[in-house]
């Protein structure tokens, strides 16, 4: 209650001190007036400038990662439980894998920082609370030592109790962030930090769907297989990407002084990485033969496995660009990469040096009718993905009507480390799996007609040699050609102050090792409309989300994987919500009322995966409050 007089009172004074706020928009004259800007490694890598922040605020009240980046998902009913999108998507990079990480969707990533230029500090928070102890809490913030050098922290902090027996969760995950260019143009650097750190209570799902079902209200509850298990995981690494530009200077001559400009041409960049992973599983009296099948070392019920991956990256790059970007942008990359990679689990450790080359080539034209391509190729000589290779390239054009992009890769890879080799209390396997071998064709079409906001993409993966986890949670590899297609659609249609976003999903799998819903829907209706002399700008609507039904896979604690099951499906129950938010300056007051169809139909298969149910009907209220000017 304290909270929510907190939140109420931000309210007021964000009413009291800017009665008459300014409303943000996208456009690039206003964007001009923010002093922030940022940009990525990509970015950074190809000399391209900072990007103006984007201040428009929308989805504000969608602030869980899982619905907020798949819409359509598993996971086991609770914030920062394990999960992974339900829209087919396979493109990876030649690598090391170790394992599928469950929490992927939650952590911060090295490779994928953000990193800022500020004239004032920036700070973007955002607090979100609920029943059953549900907080959320979201802050970043950014400044300038110098006009060169900048710092920053990214911290998400999502804990709830969850409503049903052991579904615990409290994890945290912080990111340090910095960059640096050295005065003279010469000398760049990016660096970052980042902890991903969590335990979860784990009750391996209901032991009865059909009691469950017959509950219903804010009382609807079971009970579940496991009492005294626990998962968690960490995740720490340090990155660091240093640039040595080449080039040549020239004089600029002003009508009162001389300036001397390094002009950058290419760079020779060295990016060394160290990072930890662990996932964990804790068992103190569980016994269940479904989810643990055998005993391999404590034939009691207390047991504690962990599996880890320790690896040390060192890369260094040999990069090209063109002086000249108005019309065009050209970019050559040449790379070697060596990792050195230390497994554990149980007694056995196993360590690899892997060697990478890999070459990138872009053109990119900034013509009508022109095309842009881009080629990657990526080979592994050496090392536990020796001869491992991708081969990718894609094209693009602008026409009258229409961008197009349509692209193609072939990717030979071997397996994750934990398909082939497991060593655990519980699950105990050494197979010799065959490399996968996975070919994709893409297409995308974009208008600029429709208000630019129709986007229909294509996806056709041929894929040999396919593993995946049986239905008794143990890894299987087929010797049959399967195919993946995958067509999604967006299209947001306005009338008057009513706006209606879609994103329609259509998928199909020709084989039942890879399970998918056939169809996928996002949708966000809502009324917009300025209030207060247009100090205020207020949305209502609703958020639906909806797969339809199919033989979802289950979740093995001990395994850390999902898996073939053929007893229950899920899905073919959209989940409903309700919103309102107030936009005000640079605040948002949001509240969402979630699962408002909870009871309102005999369909009872609201399940994200099998055995665990989504959460009940429930009011969240939150803010999010950008400081950037």
């Known amino acids: 209650?304290?909270?929510?007089?907190?939140?109420?009172?931000?309210?007021?004074?964000?009413?009291?001190?800017?009665?008459?706020?300014?409303?943000?928009?996208?456009?690039?004259?206003?964007?001009?007036?923010?002093?922030?800007?940022?940009?990525?490694?990509?970015?950074?890598?190809?000399?391209?400038?900072?990007?103006?922040?984007?201040?428009?605020?929308?989805?504000?009240?969608?602030?869980?990662?899982?619905?907020?980046?798949?819409?359509?998902?598993?996971?086991?009913?609770?914030?920062?439980?394990?999960?992974k999108s339900l829209i087919f998507n396979f493109d990876r990079q030649v690598d090391f894998s170790f394992i599928q990480n469950p929490y992927e969707t939650?952590?911060?990533?090295?490779?994928?920082?953000?990193?800022?230029?500020?004239?004032?500090?920036?700070?973007?928070?955002?607090?979100?609370?609920?029943?059953?102890?549900?907080?959320?809490?979201?802050?970043?913030?950014?400044?300038?030592?110098?006009?060169?050098?900048?710092?920053?922290?990214?911290?998400?902090?999502?804990?709830?109790?969850?409503?049903?027996?052991?579904?615990?969760?409290?994890?945290?995950?912080?990111?340090?962030?910095?960059?640096?260019?050295?005065?003279?143009?010469?000398?760049?650097m990016l660096g970052n930090v980042n902890w991903n750190l969590g335990v979860n209570e784990e009750s391996g799902g209901l032991i009865s769907d059909s009691a469950f079902n017959a509950i219903k209200g804010s009382n609807k509850t079971g009970n579940v297989k496991l009492e005294k298990s626990s998962n968690g995981f960490r995740n720490r690494s340090a990155y660091l990407k240093q640039y040595f530009y080449f080039g040549k200077h020239y004089t600029k001559i002003n009508t009162q002084d001389t300036t001397t400009i390094f002009e950058s041409r290419g760079n020779i960049s060295h990016t060394i990485k160290v990072e930890?992973?662990?996932?964990?599983?804790?068992?103190?009296?569980?016994?269940?033969?479904?989810?643990?099948?055998?005993?391999?070392?404590?034939?009691?019920?207390?047991?504690?496995?962990?599996?880890?991956?320790?690896n040390i990256t060192n890369k260094i790059a040999y990069t090209l660009y063109n002086n000249n970007k108005k019309n065009e942008i050209r970019y050559l990359q040449l790379a070697a990469t060596h990792k050195y990679i230390y497994t554990f689990m149980r007694d056995k450790t196993e360590t690899y040096n892997n060697v990478i080359i890999e070459g990138t080539l872009e053109r990119t034209i900034k013509k009508a009718n022109a095309i842009s391509i881009n080629l990657h190729a990526a080979y592994c000589p050496i090392g536990y993905n020796q001869n491992d290779m991708r081969l990718s390239g894609n094209a693009s054009t602008s026409l009258r009507w229409f961008d197009i992009k349509v692209?193609?890769?072939?990717?030979?890879?071997?397996?994750?480390?934990?398909?082939?080799?497991?060593?655990?209390?519980?699950?105990?396997?050494?197979?010799?799996?065959?490399?996968?071998?996975?070919?994709?064709?893409?297409?995308?079409?974009?208008?600029?007609?429709?208000?630019?906001?129709?986007?229909?993409?294509?996806?056709?993966?041929?894929?040999?040699?396919?593993?995946?986890?049986?239905?008794?949670?143990?890894?299987?590899?087929?010797?049959?050609?399967?195919?993946?297609?995958?067509?999604?659609?967006?299209k947001t249609f306005q009338l008057g102050k009513f706006y209606f976003d879609n994103q329609l999903i259509y998928q199909n799998s020709t084989k039942d090792f890879i399970r998918?819903?056939?169809?996928?829907?996002?949708?966000?209706?809502?009324?917009?409309?300025?209030?207060?002399?247009?100090?205020?700008?207020?949305?209502?609507?609703?958020?639906?989300?909806?797969?339809?039904?199919?033989?979802?896979?289950?979740?093995?604690?001990?395994?850390?994987?999902?898996?073939?099951?053929?007893?229950?499906?899920?899905?073919?129950?959209?989940?409903?919500?309700?919103?309102?938010?107030?936009?005000?300056?640079?605040a948002v007051l949001f509240m969402v009322y979630e699962h408002l169809n909870q009871d309102l139909t005999n369909n009872y298969g609201y399940y994200n995966t099998p055995n665990y149910p989504i959460g009940l009907s429930s009011f969240k209220i939150g803010i999010r409050w950008r400081m950037y000017n």
């Open 106 to 188: 939650y952590f911060f990533n090295a490779e994928q920082a953000t990193y800022y230029n500020t004239k004032i500090p920036y700070t973007d928070f955002t607090y979100a609370q609920g029943r059953v102890e549900m907080m959320f809490l979201k802050a970043r913030h950014s400044q300038n030592i110098n006009p060169r050098w900048n710092i920053g922290i990214d911290y998400f902090g999502p804990s709830s109790f969850g409503f049903y027996p052991r579904q615990n969760t409290n994890p945290y995950f912080t990111q340090l962030f910095t960059s640096y260019k050295s005065k003279n143009g010469k000398y760049a």
């Open 516 to 586: 998918l819903p056939d169809l996928g829907l996002i949708l966000r209706y809502y009324f917009q409309h300025m209030i207060f002399k247009k100090a205020v700008k207020l949305q209502v609507g609703f958020d639906v989300f909806y797969n339809s039904a199919f033989y979802g896979n289950a979740y093995n604690p001990a395994t850390h994987a999902f898996y073939l099951q053929n007893e229950s499906k899920i899905g073919n129950y959209p989940l409903v919500n309700v919103f309102a938010t107030c936009e005000i300056r640079k």
């Open 1 to 83: 209650m304290r909270n929510l007089k907190f939140l109420f009172s931000i309210y007021l004074l964000l009413n009291v001190v800017d009665a008459n706020a300014q409303i943000d928009s996208a456009s690039q004259l206003l964007m001009k007036k923010v002093n922030t800007s940022y940009i990525n490694e990509k970015l950074w890598d190809r000399n391209q400038i900072f990007l103006a922040l984007d201040t428009i605020t929308n989805r504000d009240e969608i602030y869980n990662p899982m619905y907020f980046k798949h819409g359509i998902f598993q996971d086991l009913g609770n914030v920062c439980t394990p999960g």
């Open 407 to 490: 692209g193609l890769f072939n990717h030979l890879l071997s397996p994750d480390f934990t398909m082939l080799r497991y060593n655990t209390n519980n699950f105990i396997w050494d197979n010799n799996f065959n490399k996968i071998n996975v070919s994709n064709f893409n297409l995308s079409l974009h208008t600029k007609k429709l208000k630019q906001n129709f986007l229909i993409t294509y996806n056709q993966y041929v894929i040999a040699n396919w593993i995946y986890f049986g239905s008794d949670a143990t890894p299987k590899q087929s010797s049959e050609i399967g195919v993946v297609q995958t067509l999604e659609i967006r």
């Open 276 to 310: 930890e992973f662990a996932l964990y599983f804790r068992n103190n009296g569980d016994s269940n033969a479904q989810l643990f099948p055998q005993k391999h070392y404590d034939t009691s019920n207390v047991s504690f496995d962990s599996i880890s991956n320790s």
